[in-house]
């Protein structure tokens, strides 16, 4: 069964109040869950994801307001929701960088501490605690592997996600332009290794000078790009078939020839 997919692309320039984009951002977002069964967002999108003082400045517990916003918006439209991620602020004090996910009735189904935290010895690294803990969670596109961003780098994540049954990925991002021609051949090189639909949400705009790349992405899983994004704010609408992923892994088994786990 065909199931509609709206990435949205988001400027998340510094230059915009975090307050302000909060509310065009759900706003865009209800008016997405109004036409589409699945929505994502991009990584951080409320402060940026290079932002790293106003994420310090706009953490929130899991429970916190951004999150029920998200939660609400889930239900009142009946729309399966990848909220993309913000800065969690946990009762041991850490923060994480933490994508959450919701199904139509407002329930949040998943939640997912990203894994592989990026800046080195700067970026996110300086606030953020690792997460250590995998996702995969069934939704319209089938059992979906949740991962962000720099995750993307990472090929041994994406085949621990399939060794748990997923057949569709997944990214929040906030994906830099003076990179984003990696961006671009990882997402189709995932797919094409774990013959799984990669979905990937990035943002625009210009973070304190950093330039975010966009090109947010559908590719199917023989790895093919069905879809994407230019570098400006726009929502992507993309229709997909989810039992793609297992009709290509049954008509071209590579995966069952793994000899490395």
Not at 9 to 30: G, K
Not at 158 to 183: C, M, N, Y
Request: charged residues 20%; negative net charge; contains cysteine.
């Amino acid at each position: 069964m065909a199931c509609k997919i709206a990435l949205l692309q988001i400027d998340c320039s510094t230059s915009e109040e975090v307050s302000a984009r909060v509310a065009r951002v759900l706003a865009m977002t209800a008016e997405a869950a109004a036409q589409a069964d699945v929505v994502v967002l991009p990584e951080l999108w409320n402060t940026g994801a290079f932002n790293v003082d106003g994420a310090r400045e706009n953490a929130e517990p899991i429970d916190g307001e951004l999150v029920s916003a998200l939660s609400a918006i889930a239900l009142a439209h009946g729309v399966w929701l990848h909220g993309g991620s913000f800065c969690e602020r946990a009762d041991t004090g850490e923060h994480f960088n933490t994508s959450v996910v919701f199904a139509p009735d407002g329930v949040l189904v998943g939640s997912y501490r990203k894994i592989h935290l990026f800046g080195f010895s700067e970026g996110e690294t300086t606030l953020m605690t690792a997460g250590e803990e995998l996702l995969v969670v069934d939704t319209p596109l089938g059992p979906t592997g949740i991962a962000t961003c720099y995750d993307l780098r990472f090929p041994e994540l994406f085949r621990a996600l399939t060794q748990g049954e997923a057949t569709a990925f997944v990214l929040a991002s906030g994906w830099p332009d003076k990179r984003i021609a990696h961006w671009d051949a990882l997402l189709v090189a995932r797919a094409i290794e774990n013959q799984a639909w990669m979905i990937a949400c990035n943002e625009v705009g210009d973070q304190d000078g950093v330039i975010l790349g966009g090109h947010s992405t559908v590719v199917n899983p023989k790895g093919e790009v069905v879809a994407r994004a230019g570098t400006d704010e726009e929502v992507l609408y993309v229709d997909i078939d989810p039992a793609e992923a297992t009709r290509w892994r049954a008509d071209f088994p590579v995966l069952k020839d793994i000899r490395l786990t």
